[in-house]
């Protein structure tokens, strides 16, 4: 089962990282990863931002993958290393929430969505 869960968190790991690819390279492919956030109850400004902070959706499946890779190759042992993991995927949890909310930093967004304003600044203007 430890090796199961650990395919899945790897195959969440490339998922992410090619949409995240995909949305850097080809600025008409945003809508479409837009669908992929349709399950959330978020309105359209707060999936536009989850497609901007991607990188850190992909680094955060990233580090979960690591970890349950960790754990099910080494099992107890692995207990630092998981726990760093999941130290760092909180870290990139709370910079996805002010990439979200600000649209900084802004290395971090994709180049031609640099100039958006974030969630908190487009509420602030209507």
Same mark, same amino acid.
């Given at each position: 089962?430890?090796?199961?869960?650990?395919?899945?968190?790897?195959?969440?790991?490339?998922?992410?990282?090619?949409? /995240? @690819?995909? $949305?850097?390279?080809?600025?008409?492919?945003?809508?479409?990863? +837009?669908?992929?956030?349709?399950?959330? =109850?978020?309105?359209?400004?707060?999936?536009?931002?989850? !497609?901007?902070?991607?990188?850190? /959706?992909?680094? +955060?499946?990233?580090? #979960?993958?690591?970890?349950? !890779? @960790? *754990?099910?190759?080494?099992? *107890?042992? @692995?207990?630092?290393?998981?726990?760093?993991?999941?130290?760092? /995927?909180? #870290?990139? $949890? !709370? #910079? +996805?929430?002010? !990439? $979200?909310?600000? %649209?900084?930093?802004?290395?971090?967004? =994709?180049?031609?969505?640099? %100039?958006?304003?974030?969630?908190?600044?487009? *509420? +602030?203007?209507?």
């Amino acid at each position: 089962m430890d090796y199961l869960i650990a395919a899945f968190g790897l195959a969440s790991c490339a998922g992410t990282a090619w949409l /995240t @690819a995909r $949305v850097w390279n080809d600025p008409g492919y945003i809508r479409y990863a +837009q669908i992929a956030f349709n399950p959330f =109850p978020f309105n359209a400004e707060t999936k536009r931002g989850l !497609v901007r902070a991607l990188a850190l /959706t992909s680094a +955060q499946s990233g580090f #979960l993958g690591l970890a349950f !890779v @960790a *754990s099910a190759l080494w099992g *107890s042992d @692995a207990l630092w290393v998981s726990m760093g993991c999941v130290v760092a /995927t909180m #870290l990139a $949890v !709370v #910079l +996805q929430v002010v !990439v $979200v909310w600000t %649209n900084r930093p802004r290395w971090i967004v =994709p180049p031609h969505m640099r %100039n958006e304003p974030g969630r908190g600044r487009a *509420s +602030q203007a209507a």
